[in-house]
């Protein structure tokens, strides 16, 4: 199956810099990756996907960049706010597969 | 983006016990999914459900656990001996036809005493 790694567990960062969370997957086949915000008593909402036929995306202060051979992608948060604090999860379907094994999350603090 | 919701929000019940949790999706959808997380612990697959049917389940989900659609639209999640470990916040998500994304619903959190 596919083993996926996310890196920090936690970050804390101030109002206005900048938060990165890294993913790391196994499996070469997959090819749509999605991240997911998933604020206190709530469930994941998907924030932004990419698929393997691109290297990058971007919607407004967020980024998702994918390196298909090193087998890694990356969320990019830019100017962080106090409302982007939540715990953020990535998640790989294997190849063939719409099933997505989920990283174990990152806990994302804004301080104001 | 679809709407799903969940009943109950959160489930209180005793070991031993049954419970059945539902699962609304707003729009139509073929694609059903079950998955549950323990608390502080990453999102975990239960089981998949495709045109009435299960087309894949991890190892999470044995005998204890069954799925159906009985009316059409709601699609349920039965628990038929819970244990303490089955404690967990339990989401239901949806996928459209022709897309990769699930769309999880707000979840039913359930302790078992």
């Known amino acids: 199956g596919e083993n996926v790694e996310q890196h920090p567990s936690t970050l804390s960062v101030q109002e206005g810099d900048s938060a990165v969370i890294k993913c790391t997957y196994s499996?070469?086949?997959?090819?749509?990756f999605p991240w997911y915000k998933q604020e206190l008593g709530k469930g994941p909402q998907l924030i932004i996907d990419i698929r393997s036929n691109v290297g990058e995306k971007k919607d407004q202060r967020i980024a998702v960049t994918l390196n298909k051979t090193a087998k890694h992608f990356s969320l990019h948060i830019t100017e962080t706010q106090p409302e982007d604090s939540a715990v953020y999860f990535c998640?790989?379907?294997?190849?063939?597969?719409?099933?997505?094994?989920f990283g174990r999350g990152t806990s994302l603090i804004v301080h104001p | 983006e679809p709407e799903v919701t969940q009943t109950p929000s959160h489930q209180v019940t005793q070991m031993g016990q049954e419970v059945i949790l539902r699962c609304v999706p707003i729009?139509?959808?073929?694609?059903f999914y079950w998955y549950r997380q323990i608390l502080g612990q990453k999102v975990e697959f239960l089981v998949s459900f495709y045109n009435n049917e299960i087309s894949e389940k991890s190892e999470i989900f044995d005998d204890q656990f069954s799925v159906e659609r009985p009316d059409g639209s709601n699609f349920t999640l039965k628990i038929r001996s819970t244990k303490l470990e089955d404690s967990a916040m339990y989401f239901c998500a949806v996928k459209p036809p022709g897309a990769d994304t699930q769309y999880f619903g707000p979840g039913t959190r359930l302790t078992v005493l």
């Open positions: 998640a790989v379907p294997s190849g063939g597969s719409y099933i997505p094994t």
């Open positions: 499996d070469s086949a997959s090819n749509y």
């Open positions: 729009s139509n959808h073929l694609y």
